[in-house]
């Protein structure tokens, strides 16, 4: 990394953090927690001023990049700026038609379009890739509670991955061969941690703190004229490979796979990657149902579909857990004491809370194949499974 690329990671991981620390204790001790104007405004211009040296630096330099691993950690410094700039009203794109913030802005496209990714901190650079140095993470606050949303966040993302690497090494194998069961295991062991670290997480964090203090970090601004959605705990490929790969959602149902088209550039290259080949592939579950109609239930067929169906269900509770628990309690609930005009972009992907919502039930719905659904989903040909298994 180059020495304005360095300092601008100190910067990141020091004064930034503090700033935007204090600023946060300012407004959760106002009895409106959502308001941000008129508080704070000398250290809200530090964060703008002491950063903007920074990225007119970078800026200066033109290609920061010593590879992918400098050019990735640069995009999302400038991420993680542009995005407090946002949570601080310094920038809206709601009342602006291109970003106030121009350096910024053409750094951030330039190693975006480098790199492959959107032009903003993405998921990863919090989580899968966010390098700790001395045991402490990069982030926006050192606020316990936004460190233990990234930490648990991270551990589930890491669990989904092992998850999806376990299933997508079936493949190869068949579904009717009898080693396929320890692959098979390994999914079901990992989703089980998953549906673990959500529920201590759950428990744990403050519904206050996160709503007021760590959830506005993730809302959507302007990268030059375009406006990108806030980084989202899903904008990573294992859980989308697990959704394929069991056969809950399809690559060609028309909601889910403009959800595909909408994070591709959220998600690490690699990860682009392994989604791309993992459409390529019939999934367990029509593998399943194919030997089913041609063979029969075999003993190796209903060992397998055992397993299968253990690991369909347990995804389906982390699919219940996220929607019921997080986003019903930590979003929902305490956006709905919020006046109105405080609810103008509340959600990191843009669009009204409440058309997020039905989105985000609709995910849910395919992931659980709930039978009652109005969404199409694989309810019945896995009620087919569970038939043969029992007869």
Not at 89 to 105: I, V
Not at 359 to 382: E, P, V, Y
């Amino acid at each position: 990394m180059s020495a304005a690329a360095i300092a601008f990671d100190r910067w990141i991981r020091g004064a930034f953090v503090e700033m935007n620390t204090a600023l946060e204790d300012l407004y959760f001790a106002q009895d409106d927690r959502s308001n941000v104007n008129g508080v704070g405004d000398a250290i809200k211009a530090a964060i703008r001023d002491e950063g903007q040296v920074h990225v007119v630096a970078l800026w200066q330099e033109g290609n920061t990049g010593d590879g992918f691993e400098s050019g990735f950690d640069v995009l999302g410094n400038v991420g993680l700026y542009l995005a407090s700039l946002r949570r601080h009203e310094l920038t809206n794109p709601a009342r602006e038609d291109r970003s106030p913030f121009p350096e910024a802005s053409s750094l951030a496209l330039h190693v975006g379009a480098s790199i492959g990714m959107a032009p903003r901190f993405a998921t990863a650079h919090l989580a899968t890739h966010n390098r700790a140095v001395n045991g402490v993470r990069k982030s926006f606050t050192s606020l316990a509670d936004e460190f233990l949303f990234i930490d648990e966040n991270t551990r589930a993302i890491l669990s989904f991955q092992r998850a999806a690497d376990a299933l997508a090494r079936v493949l190869p194998l068949g579904v009717t061969n009898p080693v396929a069961d320890v692959q098979f295991a390994a999914a079901a062991e990992a989703l089980r941690d998953v549906i673990a670290i959500n529920r201590k997480l759950f428990e744990a964090l403050d519904i206050e703190r996160f709503f007021y203090s760590v959830r506005p970090y993730y809302k959507p601004y302007r990268v030059g004229r375009q406006e990108y959605r806030g980084a989202n705990a899903g904008d990573f490929s294992g859980i989308n490979e697990i959704d394929l790969l069991l056969g809950l959602c399809r690559a060609n149902d028309p909601y889910y796979a403009q959800l595909l088209v909408d994070k591709m550039l959220f998600m690490m290259p690699a990860d682009q990657a392994r989604l791309r080949a993992c459409m390529a592939h019939r999934s367990l579950l029509d593998e399943f149902l194919l030997a089913l109609d041609t063979d029969g239930p075999g003993a190796a067929w209903r060992q397998n579909a055992g397993q299968f169906l253990e690991i369909i269900d347990l995804f389906g509770e982390t699919a219940r857990q996220h929607h019921d628990q997080l986003v019903a309690r930590f979003i929902e609930q305490p956006a709905g004491r919020l006046p109105a005009e405080r609810l103008q972009g509340i959600t990191a992907s843009g669009p009204p809370l409440d058309v997020l919502i039905r989105s985000l039930a609709s995910l849910r719905d395919m992931r659980t194949a709930a039978g009652d659904s109005a969404n199409k989903t694989r309810h019945d040909d896995i009620a087919r499974l569970r038939t043969a298994l029992d007869r």
